[in-house]
């Protein structure tokens, strides 16, 4: 949900989260972290399940260095963005290796 003037909620629409968070993805504060969020969005947002959606959602919301440093593995992430940040970075290393990614 996002919010309007006045107090009043409007419900996002599928279509408009997977675009805003396709965008948030690929227009990041790094480079780097455009390159590896902007391929795995484009990949696999539309076919995420709700609760990885969500998660996903406030995996956008961290800072580019620490998801960095998550992404590899010089620090740990927190446990509830673990599972998505790992499948995130096994894509990311799949495709810079130059086979096609999952």
Not at 30 to 48: C, I
Not at 89 to 96: G, I, K
């Amino acid at each position: 949900m996002t919010g309007k003037a006045g107090g009043e909620r409007t419900v996002e629409t599928k279509e408009a989260r997977l675009k805003r968070m396709a965008m948030r993805s690929w227009r990041r504060g790094t480079k780097e972290m455009d390159l590896v969020l902007g391929p795995f969005a484009d990949a696999h947002l539309a076919s995420l399940a709700e609760a990885d959606l969500l998660t996903y959602d406030a995996l956008l919301a961290e800072n580019d260095q620490d998801l960095m440093a998550w992404i590899l593995g010089q620090s740990a992430p927190p446990a509830a963005l673990a599972p998505l940040l790992s499948r995130i970075t096994r894509f990311a290393e799949t495709r810079l290796k130059g086979r096609k990614p999952t």
